[in-house]
């Protein structure tokens, strides 16, 4: 892992990094979503612009998990990059120390990139024609009163539901109330396009929502058989979740109500596995936009 990138150590060389990025064909107004129309304001601060179009100002950071905080934009993007290398993810105690700043902001920080590395609104639906699109769900958490490590203190099991589409290795993940045929057929229907074939286990759940997609293949777990007859297996979806069971050793102590945020920060960790860190890292900085997180809710 090369730190010695100045984009890690200077405020304004990581913002110019993030503009170039975000930015490519020109600077983009946040507020009328005008393209190229703005300029910058001389004796502002830097990178200020002021958009010709509506008469408002703005920076690359405004409408992003970046905006409105403290800390410098370099931290900001090596934390990014620290939690996009990182197998099983990094605590909010190791950025703390590692950055210099509190453990609380640490902690926001945290969970303002896990924000970002969430998939897109308008992100294509996984799989297709031709294709086929693993599903699987589990328990998560507190199993046993007497469950030990990164199990102890959670008073209630948490549930998961995973989707991986083998041939892209693309991966997506929810945190679900309950494991029912609602639930799961939400994820489904929301995120795999109807012409894919939908491979799952002998679980019941799948029975009816199977049916709305051009195939249904079903793996007998049960009967001890981990590939069908037709050469389908559940093996992808199944590894996903032997990834996260790890992150959640990890971090030792995972909130329900936060679960959703490490699932995604997982998913996009393993759909992007096959490229360098750095790469990750800028894959992650992409998804900033349009994903402002508050310490409250704004209004």
Excluded at 74 to 85: P, R
Aim: proline share 3%.
């Amino acid at each position: 892992m090369n730190l010695s990138n100045p984009i890690y150590h200077d405020a304004d060389k990581a913002r110019a990094h993030l503009e170039a990025l975000l930015w490519a064909d020109g600077p983009v107004c946040p507020h009328c979503k005008v393209r190229d129309h703005a300029s910058k304001i001389k004796g502002g601060r830097k990178g200020l612009m002021f958009c010709n179009a509506c008469r408002m100002q703005f920076s690359v950071t405004v409408g992003t998990v970046f905006e409105r905080s403290k800390i410098p934009l370099n931290k900001w993007v090596l934390a990014t990059h620290l939690m996009s290398a990182s197998k099983t993810g990094v605590s909010a105690h190791q950025l703390h120390r590692m950055l210099d700043i509190t453990y609380k902001s640490a902690w926001f920080m945290c969970h303002r990139i896990r924000e970002a590395m969430g998939v897109s609104e308008s992100a294509p639906p996984m799989g297709g024609e031709g294709e086929q699109v693993q599903s699987d769900e589990t328990y998560l958490g507190n199993t046993s009163k007497r469950a030990k490590g990164y199990q102890k203190g959670h008073g209630k099991r948490m549930k998961g539901h995973a989707l991986v589409e083998p041939k892209t290795g693309e991966a997506r993940a929810f945190r679900v109330a309950n494991l029912d045929y609602i639930r799961v057929r939400k994820g489904l229907v929301g995120h795999v396009d109807r012409k894919s074939t939908l491979v799952t286990d002998e679980a019941k759940i799948y029975h009816h929502v199977g049916k709305e997609f051009a195939a249904h293949e079903r793996v007998a777990h049960k009967k001890g058989n981990y590939v069908n007859d037709k050469g389908f297996t559940t093996n992808h979806v199944e590894n996903f979740f032997g990834v996260f069971k790890r992150v959640m050793k990890a971090h030792i102590h995972i909130e329900d109500q936060h679960l959703q945020r490490y699932l995604s920060e997982t998913a996009f960790r393993y759909t992007n596995r096959k490229i360098n860190d750095f790469e990750r890292a800028l894959e992650a900085l992409k998804g900033i936009e349009g994903k402002r997180l508050t310490y409250r809710p704004i209004g």
